[in-house]
Nanobody, 123 residues
Framework: QVQLVESGGGLVQAGGSLNLSCAAS????????MGWFRQLPGEEREFITG???????HYAGFVKGRFTISRDNAKNTVYLHIKYLKPEDTAVYYC?????????????????WGKGTLVTVSS
C-alpha cells in the first residue's frame, strides 16, 4: 500500500524556519501529483503547495513567498520549506498524493494522505 510519512514538525519561534519532509513508498511516484496541505486548529484542511504530474510547482495564494516546495525523486521525497514562521502557521501539516491523471488541489482530489506532522509556532 501507498504510505506517506511526514517529519520535521515541532515547536519553533515566530520568525524562524522549518523544513518538513514527506517520504513516499508503496508504488512508483514518477507520474503523480504530490503536495502539502495544512489544517489549522478548528479549520478544514487547506492546500499549500504541490508538484503537478509534470513537476510544475503550484502555490496557494496565501503562501506569499514564505513556503517553498522541492523534491528528491531518487528518494521519493517531497519537502516543504517554511520561513518567517508566524503563530498563525500553527497547524498539522499533511503530505498528499494524487495518482489519477490530472492535477487538482482540493482535499477530495487527493488519493493518499500521510498522518501529518504538527508545527507549533510560539510568540
Amino acid at each position: 500500500q501507498v504510505q506517506l510519512v511526514e517529519s520535521g514538525g515541532g515547536l519553533v519561534q515566530a520568525g524562524g524556519s522549518l523544513n518538513l519532509s514527506c517520504a513516499a513508498s508503496g508504488r512508483p511516484f514518477t507520474n503523480c501529483a504530490m503536495g502539502w496541505f495544512r489544517q489549522l486548529p478548528g479549520e478544514e484542511r487547506e492546500f499549500i503547495t504541490g508538484f503537478s504530474w509534470s513537476r510544475t510547482a503550484h502555490y496557494a495564494g496565501f503562501v506569499k513567498g514564505r513556503f517553498t516546495i522541492s523534491r528528491d525523486n531518487a528518494k521519493n521525497t517531497v519537502y516543504l520549506h517554511i520561513k518567517y514562521l508566524k503563530p498563525e502557521d500553527t497547524a498539522v501539516y499533511y503530505c498528499a498524493v494524487r495518482i489519477r491523471s490530472g492535477t487538482r488541489w482540493s482535499e477530495l482530489d487527493m488519493d493518499y494522505w500521510g498522518k501529518g506532522t504538527l508545527v507549533t509556532v510560539s510568540s
